[in-house]
């Protein structure tokens, strides 16, 4: 087991946004977590990667709790996200935002071989290297949050809301991407409204509502369970 | 026209002093979005350091400019770390009040540790002055010149270049972000401080070469047309602060040159007033609108 989250209880302000979840990611899978606006989705990637600490819960990573580690740390550890509304460094250039995805790599063929699989991956990008960040079209912007992500050679990526605000032709292929970035050896958690999509590329899947999991299974399960099609798919 | 170029030389000497600190004021503001009242006095006490170890130690002019600028290193990362950081997260205010509270605990306190005597700065270099065309132009001021433009575009190289500068460019835009990719927040801002407070040292140095007398208060008037300097060239951008402290050193000068000596103060605060009417951006701000 990668990640285990064990009855996480986060408070967001004066809410209460997380009220005990229980959930795991084997290592090699895609699990996505999928619920409302408001049902916690985001606090609890947050306190994953160190920006928000937990009331009570523990996080274990490899074996051991990151729940009071600073978001630096974690991300050292080899959890990387890219977070809602994509967080781009704006003014600075595509180039200048992937070296600060790297920003904790010393090995300097690592950050070499890094930039080029990003950029084979994402060959827009190299297009676009010199161009200030702020520039890049939103679905641009995406890829980019999501290259400079994977500049830190994640073992595990958290992604929050990818689809958010893209174009229908843009989200089918952040969705391809993710696939190819699971299927060369990264860990995805993946955090969508948009459940159709992110139930169907997920291993497994787990419903959030109101700070607690309602419901979970494979993909395959939840994109055919009556409650979840009537709530999260449009009947 | 020699009147013309004389002033022009004349400005530009104090107008890089100005930009020297405005840099800090601008780097500031641009990674906590504070405007550091203290700074100025950062730049008093790198004229203290400069006088004391000149006057003491015998040190010649470039290991005193050395030595000043991390002694204004340290003592922005001091203040920082005691005065600030404890209010990162307290609305604006409070760290703006804070800062100005800083700003009179250092000059009182050095006032009441060394007395507020008005000093003057050893002559460690001898005045020579030349005269190209009916203009007088000082080795000082040449001196005071190169050492501002050459610091200016160091400061550049290390913010455009390194990783630490593009760091700290990639937490004034986006603190969070920054966070999410490993970049520790506040060494960065530590790192700022220091980059900002150095050449306020710097500038004390440069200042008492150039005037010949320092005293506790000496930062108040410089570090608010500093400001004032960082203001008309856009807050928060590095080439708007040192355009903007030329600008203002030669305003000043061209004031005094038309015989309203009485009056330079005024026309800087002046300037202020129309630029937040016309220009609330300064020359090379962003018209950005507050998030909410």
């Known amino acids: ?166 174009a229908p032709i843009f989200i089918n292929e952040i969705f391809d991407i993710i696939k190819e970035i699971n299927k060369q050896g990264t860990t995805v958690l993946l955090i969508e409204q948009n459940a159709k999509k992110a139930l169907s590329i997920a291993d497994r899947g787990y419903v959030l509502a109101t700070g607690k999991i309602q419901l979970s299974g494979t993909g395959q399960e939840l994109l055919a369970n009556e409650d979840v099609q009537k709530a999260y798919l449009g009947g | 026209m020699q009147t013309f170029f004389q002033q022009i030389i004349n400005g530009l000497s104090l107008g890089s002093i100005y930009a020297l600190l405005a840099l800090g004021y601008t780097m500031v503001y641009g990674i906590i979005k504070l405007i550091n009242f203290a700074h100025g006095d950062i730049y008093m006490l790198g004229a203290f350091w400069g006088y004391y ?128 990719v490993g970049i520790n927040i506040n060494w960065t801002i530590s790192f700022t401080f220091a980059l900002g407070s150095s050449l306020a040292g710097a500038a004390g140095v440069l200042i008492g070469l150039y005037y010949n007398s320092i005293d506790p208060l000496m930062g108040m008037t410089p570090g608010i047309k500093a400001f004032v300097a960082a203001v008309l060239g856009g807050i928060g951008s590095v080439p708007g602060a040192s355009v903007g402290g030329f600008i203002i050193g030669i305003l000043e000068t061209f004031v005094q040159s038309i015989g309203l000596s009485a009056y330079k103060d005024a026309v800087v605060y002046f300037v202020l007033i129309v630029i937040l009417l016309i220009l609330p951006a300064g020359i090379f701000g962003k018209n950005t609108k507050e998030k909410v």
């Not at chain 2, 007395?115 to 270099?125: D, L």
């Not at chain 2, 001898?126 to 501002?148: E, F």
Request: aromatic share 6%; net charge positive.
């Open chain 2, 53 to 180: 170890v000149i006057n003491v130690w015998h040190f010649n002019f470039i290991s005193a400019l050395l030595s000043a600028m991390l002694v204004g290193a340290a003592s922005g990362v001091i203040i920082e770390y005691f005065a600030y950081r404890p209010l990162r997260h307290a609305p604006r205010i409070t760290a703006l009040i804070t800062a100005i509270g800083v700003s009179f605990l250092l000059e009182n306190g050095m006032s009441y540790l060394f007395t507020s005597n008005t000093r003057n700065f050893p002559q460690i270099i001898k005045q020579v002055n030349y005269n190209i065309g009916g203009v007088l132009i000082s080795n000082i001021q040449i001196l005071i010149l190169v050492t501002a433009c050459v610091l200016m575009v160091l400061l550049q190289l290390i913010i455009k270049k390194t990783k630490m500068g593009t760091a700290m460019r990639a937490v004034s835009v986006d603190a969070d972000a920054a966070e999410l």
């Open chain 1, 1 to 166: 087991m990668l990640l285990k989250v064990d009855n996480l209880v986060v408070n967001y302000g004066v809410i209460n946004a997380v009220k005990g979840v229980s959930f795991e990611i084997n290592e090699g899978e895609i699990v996505s977590l999928i619920g409302a606006n408001g049902a916690g989705k985001s606090t609890i990637l947050k306190t994953i990667s160190g920006l928000l600490k937990p009331k009570s819960g523990t996080i274990t990573y490899e074996d051991h709790e990151i729940q009071s580690k600073h978001a630096p740390k974690v991300v050292a550890d080899g959890i990387s996200q890219v977070p809602e509304g994509r967080h781009i460094f704006s003014g600075l250039t595509v180039m200048e935002n992937l070296q600060m995805g790297s920003f904790l790599v010393k090995d300097r063929s690592q950050i070499k071989h890094n930039f080029d699989a990003v950029f084979e991956r994402f060959p827009i990008l190299q297009q676009r290297k010199n161009q200030d960040a702020a520039t890049l079209s939103g679905g641009e912007q995406q890829m980019l949050a999501m290259a400079r992500a994977l500049m830190a050679s994640p073992k595990l990526i958290l992604l929050d809301e990818p689809s958010m605000g893209l």
